[in-house]
């Protein structure tokens, strides 16, 4: 079990449902997000080109904020999920200096916050909040070692990249392009 | 030092405190409310709820999921629901911000005077009332109960609205019409002899082409339409988007043309010119359904994509292609109508064109293109006969709008101010949910018909511009603590969607339908609302249909059979008679020609940007509605304020960097109340500058929107009437760069 997620950017309209989704499902105080909209024009005007993209955790196979961690709070949980159990967490940062992508927080009541992939909502057979809600349909989570899941499908009919993969980190959301 | 000039002076209603005058009678038996869809996923939520959301008027219906201490946890769209889904758009998500924000009315306000300057106090419901009562009372018997007027934007409306109807008045109106859509429902009703209604009768699900002018879906989140144009794109449909501004669907589309504003009628011309010349058109759909194309063909034969390239600055190669992939598609091509037309004042003739287009390319009836939409017979709970009004606001216009089918609330508002000469001034208003402050162009005229005003009563959830000015505020209960209407909507399938409340309303807040009966009361009218309470109407209402409250409790949304199956009724070239003169589709309208009006539409140049200003565009973002969410702590979280989108180049000119702060000066002198950040993007054209709706509040209370970004309408000072049908075309201003303040505005 390899749990993934593929977000398609010619979908993607920038309307930060999945952060709102996510806040609310998640009770993430406002003022904090555990994912975010990236909007990217180049070109010039009228030869112009946007890439709009949801991002969020990387949930890398090979994180640094799991190996960065005193504590062991942050942790690989089923089907690779990269979480942080609030309890064992004591706020030294490494993790947060340590990510590439800036996926992590600290929470106002002082453990360190992120995507678990809505966990709580995969191990009841459901779809992320994000991907529950998107309006364009333009996320896709599932299991990389099934070769029959969607993920698995659009991964190996479309073109897609990772974010830095200069980073080794081997991340599990990739962009479909 | 206030001055004594105003007899309605500008409140902000900071300092008045919560509510604390409850209300006696509980609303709602919550016992009952317990009937309930079984909760799906076990553990996660106590309970839900059906809804129809209130963010925007897509009103999609939803869940509201309420966890064991009964405390509201969020809103998810319904799966059985055509609007929706089964998903929400981020407003729609983060409606529990609208239920959540402490800055909502909180009781009934009276405008009182202490020693010299005007405030509000807190009343009872029951005062208020009165006071309203009274008031109405009195501009009945001095100017006659059709100088009343109802301003509403919200699903409560209808309460107000059958209030004024039995009070003796039927100026009952909203922005969405003169402000927004009018100039479309004229000009395809002309043409077609039908609107084009809300939901869009559009089949972009199934479209091959998608042609959009102006129309920024996804940065508009009307969810319909964005969830189908992602369907469609994805099964390989052409989008063609022609806007000055490389929006969001622009970079999604096929053919991006990037206009020069205001030359929008040249392109269609020169698009039918194209398509007529070459042949491209529906000939057996022409030849049967439509009337009037040998005088269009003669009409545009001048029109050619060479004239237009001077105009509109799209090339001539790129106008023939475009022209010929619609062809290629059709009949599932949609030529879209848009949805906020009121641009330059020549908008019915614009949608006309837009209409005529879709004609030759036989999209009209067709899959693909535009279907026959069917929404449920529903009867509404009977009351006695509202009387006959002696006068409407159309007396105020002899000769002029002749083909307005609803009321104009820029009409109603200018007959407001005083003039020599007019039977009926109107004299009181009454605003359900509607911010006319920022809502109407021209806000100068807007406060010179406030202040005409006998009483103004405003009803809103929400403290904002129009509450500052209004004699008597009713604080209403959100959509996500009442019940109201039942939403019949037409569309594909007939549906039914439930609202009801999922948590008891918040402070001594009220739903709609609850304040007019209560007035009604007051006023002697009780004998038009004749139900004891809203569930009793309700389920009456329900039961005509082979429906019941009890069961819509528990489903939310309820998918009836089509009548007939006619979804698309000239998809073969069936027989059809259409309802216009003719019984045809009319390319030249026998109608506007009846009434004095052009009958085919005729390309206007309109005024163009002094040097030194930019022609002001205006949008929508996706997680904001109007100037209504602007403090929805969920939505201010992820946009709080708005910016001016300016071209490099321009920026460069000017010495303009990102994210500094300015105000915009327009054509007339008015600068913006509040300044406004820069934000420097190659997304615009050098020709004009592009900010969001909705933003630069000025209300005090409001403490998350308050001074945040600026306001569009602060800057539309000129208006350009539709002829036809009194449309305020709004997009013919200009602005400037201003790194001072303007003067304090005196209200």
Same mark, same amino acid.
């Given at each position: 079990?390899?749990?993934?997620?593929? !977000?398609?950017?010619?979908? +993607?309209? =920038? #309307?930060?449902? %999945?952060?709102?989704? /996510?806040?609310?499902?998640?009770?993430?105080?406002?003022?904090?997000?555990?994912?975010?909209?990236?909007?990217?024009?180049?070109?010039?005007?009228?030869?112009?080109?946007?890439?709009?993209?949801?991002?969020?955790?990387?949930?890398?196979?090979?994180?640094?904020?799991?190996?960065?961690?005193?504590?062991?709070?942050?942790?690989?949980?089923?089907?690779?999920?990269?979480? !942080?159990?609030?309890?064992? +967490?004591? =706020? #030294?940062?490494? %993790?947060?200096?340590? /990510?590439?992508?800036?996926?992590?927080?600290?929470?106002?009541?002082?453990?360190?916050?992120?995507?678990?992939?809505?966990?709580?909502?995969?191990?009841?057979?459901?779809?992320?909040?994000?991907?529950?809600?998107?309006?364009?349909?333009?996320?896709?989570?599932?299991?990389?070692?099934?070769?029959?899941?969607?993920?698995?499908?659009?991964?190996?009919?479309?073109?897609?990249?990772?974010?830095?993969?200069?980073? =080794?980190?081997?991340?599990?959301?990739?962009?479909?392009? | 030092?206030?001055?004594?000039?105003?007899?309605?002076?500008?409140?902000?209603?900071?300092?008045?405190?919560?509510?604390?005058?409850?209300?006696?009678?509980?609303?709602?038996?919550?016992?009952?409310?317990?009937?309930?869809?079984?909760?799906?996923?076990?553990?996660?939520?106590?309970?839900?709820?059906?809804?129809?959301?209130?963010?925007?008027?897509?009103?999609?219906?939803?869940?509201?999921?309420?966890?064991?201490?009964?405390?509201?946890?969020?809103?998810?769209?319904?799966?059985?629901?055509?609007?929706?889904?089964?998903?929400?758009?981020?407003?729609?998500?983060?409606?529990?911000?609208?239920?959540?924000?402490?800055?909502?009315?909180?009781?009934?306000?009276?405008?009182?005077?202490?020693?010299?300057?005007?405030?509000?106090?807190?009343?009872?419901?029951?005062?208020?009332?009165?006071?309203?009562?009274?008031?109405?009372?009195?501009?009945?018997?001095?100017?006659?109960?059709?100088?009343?007027?109802?301003?509403?934007?919200?699903?409560?409306?209808?309460?107000?609205?059958?209030?004024?109807?039995?009070?003796?008045?039927?100026?009952?109106?909203?922005?969405?019409?003169?402000?927004?859509?009018?100039?479309?429902?004229?000009?395809?009703?002309?043409?077609?002899?039908?609107?084009?209604?809300?939901?869009?009768?559009?089949?972009?699900?199934?479209?091959?082409?998608?042609?959009?002018?102006?129309?920024?879906?996804?940065?508009?989140?009307?969810?319909?339409?964005?969830?189908?144009?992602?369907?469609?794109?994805?099964?390989?449909?052409?989008?063609?988007?022609?806007?000055?501004?490389?929006?969001?669907?622009?970079?999604?589309?096929?053919?991006?043309?990037?206009?020069?504003?205001?030359?929008?009628?040249?392109?269609?011309?020169?698009?039918?010119?194209?398509?007529?010349?070459?042949?491209?058109?529906?000939?057996?759909?022409?030849?049967?359904?439509?009337?009037?194309?040998?005088?269009?063909?003669?009409?545009?034969?001048?029109?050619?994509?060479?004239?237009?390239?001077?105009?509109?600055?799209?090339?001539?190669e790129t106008i023939r292609e475009t022209a010929r992939e619609m062809a290629n598609a059709s009949p599932r091509v949609i030529i879209h109508p848009g949805r906020h037309v009121t641009w330059y004042g020549d908008d019915t003739q614009r949608l006309r064109a837009v209409a005529m287009l879709n004609a030759l390319l036989g999209s009209w009836g067709r899959r693909g293109g535009f279907y026959n939409p069917e929404k449920v017979s529903f009867k509404t709970y009977p009351h006695p006969q509202f009387p006959t009004p002696k006068r409407t606001w159309k007396d105020a216009y002899p000769g002029k709008f002749k083909l307005a089918s609803l009321a104009l609330a820029s009409g109603i508002c200018d007959a407001t101010v005083p003039a020599t000469g007019r039977d009926c001034s109107f004299k009181a208003w009454i605003v359900n949910g509607t911010n006319l402050i920022h809502t109407l162009p021209n806000q100068a005229n807007t406060l010179k018909a406030i202040q005409a005003?006998?009483?103004?009563?405003?009803?809103?959830?929400?403290?904002?511009?129009?509450?500052?000015?209004?004699?008597?505020?009713?604080?209403?209960?959100?959509?996500?603590?009442?019940?109201?209407?039942?939403?019949?909507?037409?569309?594909?399938?007939?549906?039914?969607?439930?609202?009801?409340?999922?948590?008891?309303?918040?402070?001594?807040?009220?739903?709609?339908?609850?304040?007019?009966?209560?007035?009604?009361?007051?006023?002697?009218?009780?004998?038009?609302?004749?139900?004891?309470?809203?569930?009793?109407?309700?389920?009456?209402?329900?039961?005509?249909?082979?429906?019941?409250?009890?069961?819509?409790?528990?489903?939310?949304?309820?998918?009836?059979?089509?009548?007939?199956?006619?979804?698309?009724?000239?998809?073969?070239?069936?027989?059809?008679?259409?309802?216009?003169?003719?019984?045809?589709?009319?390319?030249?309208?026998?109608?506007?020609?009846?009434?004095?009006?052009?009958?085919?539409?005729?390309?206007?140049?309109?005024?163009?940007?002094?040097?030194?200003?930019?022609?002001?565009?205006?949008?929508?973002?996706?997680?904001?509605?109007?100037?209504?969410?602007?403090?929805?702590?969920?939505?201010?979280?992820?946009?709080?304020?708005?910016?001016?989108?300016?071209?490099?180049?321009?920026?460069?000119?000017?010495?303009?960097?990102?994210?500094?702060?300015?105000?915009?000066?327009?054509?007339?002198?008015?600068v913006s109340k509040t300044p406004i950040k820069v934000r420097v993007t190659e997304r615009i054209r050098f020709d004009s500058v592009y900010m969001v709706h909705g933003f630069g509040h000025t209300e005090k209370k409001l403490t998350r929107a308050n001074g945040r970004g600026a306001s569009d309408a602060d800057l539309i000072t000129r208006v350009h009437i539709d002829p036809e049908m009194g449309g305020t075309g709004m997009r013919g201003n200009f602005v400037t760069f201003r790194f001072e303040a303007g003067k304090e505005v005196s209200s």
């Amino acid at each position: 079990m390899r749990y993934a997620m593929a !977000v398609d950017t010619l979908k +993607c309209v =920038g #309307c930060n449902d %999945c952060v709102v989704a /996510c806040q609310t499902e998640n009770d993430v105080p406002i003022g904090y997000c555990r994912d975010w909209i990236v909007e990217k024009t180049t070109g010039t005007y009228p030869q112009l080109q946007l890439e709009i993209r949801s991002e969020r955790c990387n949930h890398c196979a090979n994180a640094p904020c799991v190996r960065t961690c005193p504590t062991e709070a942050s942790h690989y949980a089923e089907g690779g999920i990269v979480l !942080v159990e609030e309890s064992e +967490c004591i =706020g #030294c940062k490494a %993790c947060i200096t340590s /990510c590439p992508y800036d996926a992590r927080f600290i929470h106002p009541e002082g453990y360190v916050d992120k995507c678990t992939f809505c966990i709580h909502r995969v191990e009841k057979g459901q779809d992320p909040a994000c991907v529950a809600v998107c309006p364009t349909h333009c996320m896709i989570f599932g299991d990389l070692d099934d070769p029959n899941s969607d993920i698995s499908r659009a991964m190996a009919t479309r073109k897609w990249k990772s974010l830095i993969p200069e980073a =080794g980190t081997d991340p599990k959301v990739f962009y479909l392009i | 030092m206030s001055t004594s000039m105003n007899r309605r002076d500008f409140i902000k209603i900071a300092g008045v405190g919560a509510g604390s005058l409850a209300f006696a009678t509980p609303l709602f038996d919550f016992s009952t409310g317990d009937i309930l869809a079984p909760d799906t996923v076990p553990g996660m939520y106590a309970k839900r709820t059906p809804t129809y959301c209130e963010i925007c008027f897509w009103k999609c219906a939803g869940w509201v999921h309420t966890n064991e201490e009964g405390k509201i946890w969020k809103v998810t769209g319904h799966e059985d629901d055509p609007h929706s889904n089964g998903r929400l758009c981020p407003r729609g998500t983060g409606g529990v911000g609208m239920y959540n924000d402490e800055d909502r009315l909180k009781t009934p306000l009276i405008r009182t005077e202490v020693n010299g300057v005007q405030t509000f106090r807190e009343a009872s419901w029951d005062e208020a009332f009165t006071y309203i009562a009274d008031g109405l009372k009195k501009v009945a018997e001095e100017h006659g109960p059709e100088c009343t007027a109802l301003f509403s934007h919200g699903s409560g409306g209808h309460y107000f609205g059958d209030l004024l109807k039995a009070f003796g008045s039927n100026n009952i109106t909203a922005p969405s019409y003169a402000q927004c859509r009018g100039p479309r429902e004229v000009g395809f009703f002309a043409t077609y002899g039908e609107g084009v209604g809300s939901p869009e009768r559009v089949d972009i699900r199934d479209t091959r082409c998608l042609v959009l002018i102006g129309s920024h879906f996804g940065e508009n989140m009307h969810n319909g339409p964005v969830q189908e144009i992602a369907q469609a794109t994805a099964k390989g449909a052409t989008i063609i988007t022609v806007d000055p501004r490389f929006s969001t669907v622009a970079s999604k589309s096929k053919f991006w043309l990037p206009i020069k504003p205001a030359t929008d009628m040249a392109l269609l011309l020169a698009w039918m010119h194209v398509i007529i010349n070459e042949g491209l058109y529906d000939k057996e759909y022409v030849e049967k359904y439509v009337y009037g194309f040998d005088e269009l063909k003669a009409h545009v034969a001048t029109n050619t994509p060479e004239w237009a390239y001077g105009l509109t600055t799209i090339k001539p190669e790129t106008i023939r292609e475009t022209a010929r992939e619609m062809a290629n598609a059709s009949p599932r091509v949609i030529i879209h109508p848009g949805r906020h037309v009121t641009w330059y004042g020549d908008d019915t003739q614009r949608l006309r064109a837009v209409a005529m287009l879709n004609a030759l390319l036989g999209s009209w009836g067709r899959r693909g293109g535009f279907y026959n939409p069917e929404k449920v017979s529903f009867k509404t709970y009977p009351h006695p006969q509202f009387p006959t009004p002696k006068r409407t606001w159309k007396d105020a216009y002899p000769g002029k709008f002749k083909l307005a089918s609803l009321a104009l609330a820029s009409g109603i508002c200018d007959a407001t101010v005083p003039a020599t000469g007019r039977d009926c001034s109107f004299k009181a208003w009454i605003v359900n949910g509607t911010n006319l402050i920022h809502t109407l162009p021209n806000q100068a005229n807007t406060l010179k018909a406030i202040q005409a005003l006998d009483l103004m009563v405003v009803i809103d959830t929400m403290p904002m511009e129009i509450t500052g000015y209004a004699d008597v505020i009713l604080p209403e209960c959100t959509y996500l603590e009442r019940y109201d209407d039942i939403r019949v909507s037409a569309h594909r399938e007939p549906t039914l969607a439930l609202r009801m409340p999922a948590a008891e309303p918040k402070y001594n807040t009220k739903p709609a339908w609850w304040m007019a009966k209560g007035l009604a009361e007051k006023m002697g009218l009780g004998a038009f609302f004749p139900w004891k309470d809203i569930e009793e109407k309700l389920d009456w209402e329900l039961k005509q249909v082979g429906s019941s409250l009890e069961e819509m409790k528990r489903i939310g949304v309820k998918k009836m059979k089509r009548s007939f199956d006619d979804l698309y009724p000239m998809e073969n070239l069936e027989d059809f008679e259409f309802n216009t003169n003719t019984g045809k589709i009319e390319l030249y309208s026998t109608a506007m020609e009846d009434e004095g009006y052009d009958p085919l539409p005729k390309y206007k140049a309109h005024e163009e940007p002094p040097e030194g200003y930019y022609r002001l565009n205006y949008g929508r973002a996706p997680m904001h509605t109007f100037s209504r969410t602007a403090n929805n702590p969920n939505l201010t979280d992820l946009m709080d304020e708005n910016s001016v989108w300016v071209n490099p180049k321009v920026a460069k000119e000017w010495g303009l960097k990102n994210d500094q702060y300015l105000w915009l000066e327009n054509q007339d002198g008015v600068v913006s109340k509040t300044p406004i950040k820069v934000r420097v993007t190659e997304r615009i054209r050098f020709d004009s500058v592009y900010m969001v709706h909705g933003f630069g509040h000025t209300e005090k209370k409001l403490t998350r929107a308050n001074g945040r970004g600026a306001s569009d309408a602060d800057l539309i000072t000129r208006v350009h009437i539709d002829p036809e049908m009194g449309g305020t075309g709004m997009r013919g201003n200009f602005v400037t760069f201003r790194f001072e303040a303007g003067k304090e505005v005196s209200s």
